[in-house]
């Protein structure tokens, strides 16, 4: 009998108890940030020779040079056409409908103009490449590589290199017939801290990247947030969360199953439950306990349930507001009467999957927002994975000579106060005389 | 008699020389990470006890309490009126300038309905409370001030928290004039990496926000990166630099001025000039010497020029688009001809200044775009800080019945191909069997 976490909103101690649930130390132990840091020091240095090597030793491969680790994108064709129809169709349609909701995301350049001539304005450009990483084994999902590749291309970088991992030399077809959807530009057979330091530093053979996205173990977060600065991240995800609120008029079997589908993730993945209908809640601990039975998933679900499982019991649907803006979730599912009322009340979460039609699943796939979403309470300051990630903007400023010298004379009048004599001179030097 | 280094673009280790120059290691050295690490978990452990006794010690104060450490807004009202009158008109000139371009900037929900009734978008939201850090001391730039907190307003964050450390019990009455200016919700006198903390993680008086920014020495910026996650951070700033494009035909005692307004900033600053002409090359070298003397800054211009300066002569204007892009550098003026046919063709800047009446200077205070840019090529893939800096986006899905059905059957094959059954039955529940 699987025994999940049970608070009420109205106990005195709720929110330090919410609060111990929702702790998580996204901390790497010195172990591992040490072996990250030699190995990005190694491959900045040595570049291919390293990278092989690495790749020999943490993949069990036996490859001469760097040349036989790239995977030829003639080799994603063949992987497109070898999957099997329903598959390819599914992630085509997945991958238009990404794509059509990318669009609505692209920024685009704008300026206006003074009434003295003065321009000023906002200048938007895609980045010029960029790395995807895509994890191998068990973690290997197509999913990502449509999430993240589609919205790169949608922004108009004009070239994307995947690094993908093929322990014991296993290429995973779905990722390769993703990738050949997306419209990837170059891939190489390699993973771990390696691969992103190849692509943050470049290497003879791997090009140099301006930012690299994707999710990745622990060691690959660790060296994405080492080498920061150097190039521009995605962000350092913590494990999945889902924080459904419900009326209690859903049928709890599907209720379950979402908190499930959360949980099959990992270990650490976290489900939350917040209704204000005790007996609905017992329904679904009922339907959790019947269901179990039949995930293969089951001791990953139950380990995730019974270590970081939440059910909140809440006095009415605006307290429940209040619970789901303090844990900022990644997954906010509505299954309540009117969604849209509700979510409008919403001041933080990655994605908010309205009605009780809108499983949390069809957002992961297919809908067509991002599944790149903040964790860990970052939505307070962050936002999904999108277009925007992959353009930047640069301020335009033209002044004509009549607003030089009108804000010339402002600027004097700062730069003096701040003591910065050269600002002042700079700025006088346009001044026109009267 | 200066020296300054000279490139030519033409030269075979060119590409190689110019790396060299423009290298920057921003890495905290272990000192310091220990040193700020301690001051975390102190301040995280013991809250106000902590940050008053750093405090006193660091910057030389004897306050028995947090609560002595709280400037009352009456007070920056009191600066404000206390000020200069062409001071105080300056500073809010230039923070209704400010303000006029962030309203540019400012991100609208969206969303759309499809033909089955599915609704996709996203939604906007401004951060909650936002902590903004101002250095003390001779680095206390009022316009800092202004260029940080005015677009947090325009966003719309409700609660703007600013610490600024008082030395020796020393205020800025310019820094607190400018935070009244710009609408400032609470002033604590604190600095350094015991005010990140206790903004990142709050103390018994000071509230916890949901990001920090603005500018800040090592220690500051350490802490910076330590919090983020727990919070978020705007940048981690390296020093300031400016590449001058110029044809040849601008005055070159404006040239000159213009790179002794970055190289008056700190002796790391970095100031390029980038021309075709070897002779305007020249003439700027001897406008350097000659204006340097005039200086109350020579010292720290000079070692800037000297360590960090580089004059490159390039064989024509296309030659200087390439480095410029190549250099990606924070402000960019364009003193030529047509430089608007030129800015089209930058991809990677933060700042573009256009012609030659433009002045960087102007953009530091009063122009409207801000001046918290992206430094040491970070430009590649980063922009200004802008109101986008504190909204954030939530994906929007609300799913028809008919949608979640035609959906479903989609997320249902990607599911199983992943071998995620729970989010499989997930889905598959929505569907209408037909």
Known sequence: MLTIKQLNAGD?????????????????????????????????KRGDDAVVEYTNRFDRMSVAGMAELEIPLARLQTALTAIPAAQRA????????????????????????????????????????????????????????????VPAKV?????????VPT???????????????AGVDRVFAIGGAQAVAALAYGTQTVPQVDKVVGPGNIYVATAKRMVY????????????????VCDGKTNPDWIAMDLFSQAE???????????????FIEQVKASITRLLEEMPRKTIISKSLEGRGVLIQVQDMDEAVKVANYIAPEHLELSVENPREMAAQIRHAGAIFMGRYTAEAVGDYCAGPNH????????????????????????????????????GKIASVLAHGEGLTAHGRSAEYRIIES
């Open 229 to 244: 600065g150097t190039v521009g991240i995605d962000m350092i995800a913590g494990p999945s969360e889902i924080l459904v």
């Open 265 to 279: 993730h990992d270990e650490d993945a976290q489900s939350i439950l917040v209704c204000p209908d005790a007996d």
């Open 155 to 163: 922004a108009g970088v004009p070239e994307l290199i995947m690094v």
């Open 90 to 149: 599914a992630l085509e349609e997945a991958a238009q409908r990404i794509r059509a909701y990318a669009e609505h995301q692209k920024m685009d350049s704008w300026s206006y103009t003074e009434a003295d001539g003065t321009l000023l304005g906002q200048q938007v450009t895609a980045l010029d490449r960029v790395g995807l990483y895509v994890p191998g084994g068990k973690a290997a999902y197509p999913s990502s590589v449509l999430m993240n590749a």
């Open 167 to 181: 322990p014991d030399g296993e290429v995973n077809e779905l990722v390769l017939a993703a990738a050949a959807i």
């Open 12 to 44: 005195a101690n709720f929110w330090q108890d919410l609060d111990a649930m929702l702790a998580w130390d996204s901390v790497s132990d010195d172990a591992v940030f040490n072996t990250v840091n030699g190995i990005l020091k190694d491959v900045r």
């Open 372 to 407: 790149v979403l903040p964790t860990s309470r970052t939505a307070r300051f962050s936002s999904p994975l999108g277009v925007y990630d992959f353009q930047k903007r640069s301020s335009l400023i033209d002044c004509s000579a009549q607003g030089a010298s009108a804000l």
